[in-house]
C-alpha cells in the first residue's frame, strides 16, 4: 500500500485541504490534554477545544452556519479496524502528522466493502482537512508511535451521541451505531466483538506492515 500525502491529486476525491484558518489557539488546547496509557481515546465535544476561538469560525465558515462540535480522537493506532460515515463533511487537523485510512461509500455492495479498495493519506501536522461525506473513514493512525496522535474532530453538533431508538426501515439501518454514525466493522475488530455490523472484508490494513 503506498501512503499519498493529502496534498496529491488522488486525495480530491476523498477530501479537501481548507485554508485560512487561524488554528494556533486551538492547537495549544490540544496539546494540553494527555495522551491515553494505551489505545485510543474519543470524545464528541470538548469545551476547552470549543472554547479555543475558532468553534464560530468553523461553524459559519467551514459548515455554512450550521451548528458545530470539536472534539478529539487522541492516542496510539495502526489498524484499519472499522470505516464509518456521515451525513456531513469531518474536519480535522493534528498537532503531529497522523494518517487516514479512507474509502468511498460507493465502494460498499450490499452492506459490504472490501479493504483493497482502502487509501492511505499522510495529512501533516497543522493541516486543516475537510472529509468528505462520502468518504468512509475511521480513528487516525500515528507515525510515531511514541508521539501517538492528536487529532481534532468537528463535526455537526449531537454526532456520535447516542443513536435513536427506532425500528430499521431498510438495510443501512443495520450499520446504524450512533447518532449520524453509520458503520462497518472488520470481523477482527473490537467493535465487531462488541456488536457492530461486519462489513469489511480483506485485511485489518495495519501501517506497520507497510514499509
Not at 5 to 26: C, M, N, R, T
Not at 63 to 75: A, F, K, N, R, T
Not at 163 to 184: F, S, T, V, Y
Request: charged share 25%; hydrophobic share 40%.
Amino acid at each position: 500500500m503506498r501512503i499519498y500525502s493529502v496534498h496529491d491529486p488522488e486525495f480530491k476525491p476523498y477530501g479537501k485541504v481548507l485554508e485560512g484558518y487561524d488554528l494556533s489557539p486551538l492547537l495549544r488546547a490540544m496539546e494540553a490534554i494527555p495522551l491515553p496509557e494505551t489505545g485510543t481515546a474519543y470524545r464528541p465535544s470538548i469545551p476547552e477545544l470549543e472554547a479555543a476561538g475558532v468553534c464560530r469560525v468553523f461553524q459559519d465558515n467551514a459548515y455554512g452556519g450550521m451548528p458545530v462540535q470539536l472534539g478529539m480522537c487522541w492516542g496510539r493506532n495502526s489498524r484499519l479496524n472499522c470505516l464509518e460515515y456521515h451525513r456531513d463533511s469531518e474536519v480535522n487537523v493534528g498537532t503531529g502528522e497522523f494518517i487516514l485510512l479512507l474509502a468511498k461509500q460507493d465502494e460498499i455492495a450490499d452492506g459490504m466493502l472490501d479493504t483493497a479498495q482502502v487509501r492511505a493519506f499522510r495529512v501533516p501536522a497543522g493541516v486543516l482537512v475537510e472529509i468528505y461525506a462520502t468518504t468512509l473513514h475511521y480513528a487516525p493512525c500515528h507515525v510515531d508511535e511514541a508521539a501517538g496522535f492528536r487529532v481534532m474532530v468537528a463535526l455537526p453538533r449531537g454526532t456520535n451521541e447516542e443513536k435513536p431508538d427506532r425500528p430499521p426501515l431498510n438495510g443501512e439501518d443495520r450499520l446504524l451505531r450512533a447518532r449520524n454514525k453509520w458503520l462497518l466493522a472488520h470481523p477482527d475488530s473490537a467493535e465487531a466483538r462488541d456488536g457492530a455490523y461486519v462489513g469489511l472484508t480483506g485485511a485489518n490494513i495495519d501501517i506497520a506492515d507497510i514499509e
